[in-house]
């Protein structure tokens, strides 16, 4: 439903000159009335504390960190990496699905980070449940260590 002082033309289309004042109406509408869902966790104590101590071990890394991302997906985890300026030496990303692989590869194309991709988590962990320690030392051996 449009704000009372859009004007509407006999097409339907609002005027020019009231675009804006729909759009500023809007944007004060949802100030108004709606209350970031996230804000309680950016008001929250703990996470100001914790976040203050992250800034300060960050400032501590001299070395760039290896990561293992299971289930990566597109990636995301390792573009909040970057955007932290986290250094990176090098990510492997655990993932099945060959069009999130494909966006991961181009969302971390030339940054300077060793990206290693590999296709089911049975080929670092093995095929039981308990684990093949050997595939996984090898796998720790050929692309560790990882920090994260």
């Given at each position: 439903?449009?704000?009372?002082?859009?004007?509407?033309?006999?097409?339907?289309?609002?005027?020019?000159?009231?675009?804006?004042?729909?759009?500023?109406?809007?944007?004060?509408?949802?100030?108004?009335?709606?209350?970031?869902?996230?804000?309680?966790?950016?008001?929250?104590?703990?996470?100001s504390r914790y976040a203050h101590v992250f800034q300060k071990?960050?400032?501590?890394?001299?070395?760039?960190?290896?990561?293992?991302?299971?289930?990566?997906?597109?990636?995301?985890?390792?573009v909040v990496l970057k955007k932290l300026?986290?250094?990176?030496?090098?990510?492997?990303?655990?993932?099945?699905?060959?069009?999130?692989?494909?966006?991961?590869?181009?969302?971390?194309?030339?940054?300077?980070?060793?990206?290693?991709?590999?296709?089911?988590?049975?080929?670092?962990?093995?095929?039981?449940?308990?684990?093949?320690?050997?595939?996984?030392?090898?796998?720790?051996?050929?692309?560790?260590?990882?920090?994260?």
């Amino acid at each position: 439903r449009d704000p009372p002082f859009v004007t509407i033309d006999s097409l339907g289309i609002p005027h020019e000159k009231h675009k804006s004042a729909r759009r500023d109406f809007s944007r004060f509408r949802n100030q108004e009335s709606d209350e970031a869902k996230d804000s309680s966790v950016y008001s929250n104590p703990a996470y100001s504390r914790y976040a203050h101590v992250f800034q300060k071990r960050k400032k501590t890394l001299k070395e760039s960190l290896g990561v293992l991302d299971l289930f990566s997906g597109i990636g995301s985890g390792t573009v909040v990496l970057k955007k932290l300026r986290i250094p990176l030496r090098k990510v492997v990303h655990v993932e099945h699905d060959p069009v999130a692989v494909n966006v991961s590869k181009f969302n971390h194309q030339n940054d300077g980070i060793d990206h290693v991709y590999i296709s089911t988590f049975e080929e670092i962990y093995g095929e039981d449940d308990e684990g093949d320690p050997d595939k996984i030392a090898n796998f720790i051996i050929e692309h560790g260590p990882f920090e994260l």
